[in-house]
């Protein structure tokens, strides 16, 4: 199920203003975790770089109230915008929260809405987009 702008609103979030990614908390956390120098893939608007490491994750509804317990998910990519993630079984769920613990940065969790899923040999992978807070911040550090 995907949020309208008034759900969007009423959780007190926005999608992710593109034109000033830059500037955003997760460039300087994409910056961090790859160092300069990486090797991007860039056939979308903002460079994705391949992590390839374990997080841990919580599935979340459309109200972003947790669907369960944590698990861990393999961080497949990431970019300012968004990440790519696999995990075993398919989600029942609208967003995700990710814990950057695991990546070095154990105060740092990220909040996207899950855009994809797809079936894989080895699981099922999904695109999420981080979402922001209306003060441009992330909403939960």
Not at 28 to 42: C, K, R, T, Y
Not at 67 to 77: H, N, S, Y
Not at 86 to 114: F, H, K, N, Y
Request: proline fraction near 4%; charged fraction near 25%; include cysteine.
């Amino acid at each position: 199920m995907r949020l309208t702008k008034h759900q969007y609103q009423g959780l007190g979030l926005e999608k992710l203003n593109l034109a000033g990614v830059d500037r955003l908390p997760t460039a300087s956390l994409v910056q961090q975790l790859v160092g300069a120098g990486a090797q991007a893939n860039e056939r979308r608007r903002h460079i994705r770089y391949r992590i390839q490491r374990d997080v841990v994750c919580i599935p979340l509804d459309e109200r972003a109230h947790p669907l369960g317990v944590a698990e861990t998910a393999r961080l497949i990519d990431l970019s300012a915008s968004g990440a790519k993630l696999m995990v075993e079984e398919p989600w029942e769920a609208s967003m995700i929260l990710i814990d950057c613990a695991r990546l070095g940065m154990p105060e740092t969790q990220l909040l996207g809405e899950i855009r994809w899923e797809e079936k894989e040999n080895r699981g099922y992978s999904m695109g999420c987009k981080f979402l922001l807070g209306s003060d441009g911040q992330l909403p939960l550090a």
